[in-house]
């Protein structure tokens, strides 16, 4: 190919050099999108969102509060009429609570959060190796035997709660019904 045409087609905005950029941007914008989805469901990210629109809604709250009571003032004084109109306090009050509300979910979550993975890391705290690379055994990683055993444990763990729970069940349908003379 002639130097001087390629030249043209790599200045060229459609030409093939941009094909690459173009491919790379719209990879990086669909990073950006599954980070923003997963930032959403992130209690902790959520919650620290959340923060700065509670103080400004604190800061509205406190302000229409004091020109309320301002106002409330000045009539009680005799000084003005209350034909002005004012800020309503309690649409102010509902949407703070609103986000404290919000905020309480999110903290609950990132709370039973961290407790599944604590429950999660007490109960099966190390890893087994895989058959597909024996090569990189790790030290902290437990034998197959040992995983059963673990297994075992959990599996008749269930068993005896399901057990107690088919037992609790009858014994509050036996209650229920009433006993008959014999």
């Known amino acids: 190919?002639?130097?001087?045409?390629?030249?043209?087609?790599?200045?060229?905005?459609?030409?093939?050099?941009?094909?690459?950029?173009?491919?790379?941007?719209?990879?990086?914008?669909?990073?950006?999108?599954?980070?923003?989805?997963?930032?959403?469901?992130?209690?902790?990210?959520?919650?620290?969102?959340?923060?700065?629109?509670?103080?400004?809604?604190?800061?509205?709250?406190?302000?229409?509060?004091?020109?309320?009571?301002?106002?409330?003032?000045?009539?009680?004084?005799?000084?003005?009429?209350?034909d002005t109109s004012v800020q309503r306090f309690d649409k102010s009050l509902e949407e703070f609570y609103a986000l404290c509300d919000q905020l309480e979910l999110c903290l609950r979550l990132a709370y039973e959060c961290l407790s599944q993975s604590i429950d999660s890391a007490?109960?099966?705290?190390?890893?087994?190796?895989?058959?597909?690379?024996?090569?990189?055994?790790?030290?902290?990683?437990?034998?197959y035997a040992q995983y059963l055993g673990m297994i075992k444990s959990q599996i008749s763990c269930a068993k005896d709660i399901h057990n107690a729970l088919l037992e609790c069940s009858k014994k509050i349908a036996g209650k229920g019904q009433p006993q008959g003379i014999m």
Request: hydrophobic fraction near 30%; avoid cysteine; aromatic fraction near 2%.
């Open 1 to 82: 190919m002639d130097p001087a045409k390629m030249a043209s087609q790599q200045q060229q905005p459609g030409g093939p050099m941009s094909q690459p950029g173009l491919q790379q941007s719209a990879s990086l914008q669909q990073q950006q999108q599954q980070l923003s989805q997963q930032q959403d469901f992130d209690p902790v990210h959520r919650f620290k969102m959340l923060i700065p629109q509670l103080k400004e809604s604190l800061q509205n709250l406190m302000k229409i509060a004091s020109l309320n009571l301002a106002h409330n003032t000045t009539i009680d004084n005799g000084i003005k009429s209350s």
């Open 122 to 143: 007490k109960h099966s705290p190390n890893l087994v190796p895989t058959a597909t690379k024996p090569d990189t055994v790790q030290t902290e990683s437990m034998s």
